[in-house]
């Protein structure tokens, strides 16, 4: 083997990848690396897959849809364009913005508290349709992704890790659950916003409390949902510190959450929850959003008490990688793991998307570790940084009272007098 082939070989030829958690961004790096790998990049790494779930939720217990950006920094598109899973994930979407898909057509709408759209955030026909944001069942593209994935490699389902540390030879050794423990030369760590691993690495790196707290339901129909909740998704502001988050889960699914903003987390019941305290739960909303008016009386009627979560929006600043961050030489995190956001950001998963997309690719294309992961932390922590931001905007925004509500609605409705001129 001469100089210029070694030059070409990535730094996890023919070494071994442990990755922990299959959710988005953990399945998204397994299929971005075999996507991405080459010949000339040397043997292929044995990749080793821990979730600590049983088994793979079934798609018939499909809940929450997430919105797929088209472009901008958080496109995640561009991931699944490049690991050639865009079209697939199109054709299982639920809204797509300016192509009719049944009867949905899907915009990001801003209500006022009588259901009247304020503005619609929508990008209408763009010359490559592939561009354009579209929704799609969370498990419907974790399915996507794991079906790629499983051509690859098993998934260890109900294996849980809880520690790693690293040894002077650079070997990294995980303890799991079980009592079994692993050895590799590389960990990815994508077990989600309460991550484990981040707790035994980075114990005072926990979630911070960004103010709402949100009552999530699921409300089934036995037909299309009335209008505008069978097209469009989005937030109904009531200007007295409530806001209302609806989007289609299906053709005759919606998931809604009611937030109001808190000084403190509550103390809230944890999952599973019972169908009686479930139905106390929907009766709170049903009081706390009387003003909404229709349609939301008929979500209320047409909610499944089994789907109740009530939960605290919680997020966290991202970090950089290193020994001093205190994240051992060959560990890296990605998706919530690193910057957990709340729902109010609108981008969780096209995060874990790019995450998975990115590492790898970093990973293919540079020739040292450390060069890698630089590279890395260079095009995830801004955009983190940025959607972070923005969903602490949200938060202020959805949840305005008083006067800066009335600023608010004027400079809503002001931007969507402009747009509507602008496309005259």
């Not at 995980?174 to 980075?202: H, T």
């Amino acid at each position: 083997m001469n100089s210029s082939t070694l030059s070409l070989l990535s730094p996890l030829a023919g070494k071994k990848i442990v990755v922990v958690g299959a959710g988005i961004a953990g399945l998204s790096f397994v299929v971005s690396l075999r996507r991405i790998w080459t010949e000339e990049l040397g043997d292929f790494p044995e990749v080793v897959h821990y979730e600590r779930e049983e088994e793979m939720p079934g798609e018939n217990q499909e809940r929450y849809s997430v919105r797929i950006r088209g472009s901008g920094p958080s496109a995640g598109a561009h991931a699944l364009r490049k690991m050639r899973l865009l079209e697939t994930s199109l054709k299982n979407g639920i809204t797509r913005p300016g192509f009719a898909r049944g009867h949905t057509r899907g915009y990001i709408t801003v209500r006022s508290l009588d259901w009247l759209r304020l503005v619609s955030l929508r990008d209408g026909v763009r010359a490559n349709p592939l561009d354009a944001d579209f929704r799609i069942g969370r498990l419907r593209i974790r399915h996507i992704l794991l079906r790629v994935a499983n051509e690859y490699g098993k998934i260890n389902w109900g294996s849980a890790c809880s520690e790693v540390s690293s040894s002077e030879d650079g070997k990294l050794y995980l303890k799991l659950d079980s009592g079994k423990e692993d050895v590799c030369d590389f960990l990815v760590v994508a077990d989600g916003a309460n991550s484990r691993i981040r707790s035994w690495l980075r114990p005072d790196d926990k979630l911070s409390f960004a103010g709402p707290i949100n009552i999530s339901v699921v409300s089934r129909f036995s037909g299309p949902p009335p209008h505008p909740l069978n097209r469009d998704w989005g937030i109904v502001a009531s200007g007295n510190g409530l806001a209302l988050f609806t989007c289609p889960v299906d053709e005759t699914t919606i998931h809604w959450s009611l937030s109001y903003m808190a000084k403190e987390p509550g103390d809230l019941p944890r999952r599973p929850i019972s169908h009686e305290l479930g139905a106390h739960i929907l009766r709170e909303a049903q009081e706390r959003g009387m003003a909404f008016g229709e349609p939301f009386r008929i979500l209320i009627e047409h909610s499944d008490a089994t789907t109740v979560r009530v939960f605290n929006s919680k997020d966290k600043e991202p970090f950089a990688h290193g020994t001093a961050n205190k994240i051992p030489r060959g560990v890296i995190f990605i998706g919530d793991s690193n910057h957990a956001v709340t729902p109010f950001a609108g981008s969780g998963a096209n995060m874990a998307l790019l995450d998975g997309y990115d590492l790898a690719w970093c990973l293919c294309m540079h020739r040292s570790m450390d060069e890698a992961v630089t590279a890395y932390d260079r095009c995830s922590l801004p955009r983190a940084r940025t959607l972070l931001r923005n969903s602490h905007f949200t938060i202020a925004v959805a949840h305005a009272t008083g006067w800066r509500w009335f600023v608010i609605h004027l400079l809503l409705q002001l931007f969507g007098y402009l747009k509507l001129l602008w496309k005259r």
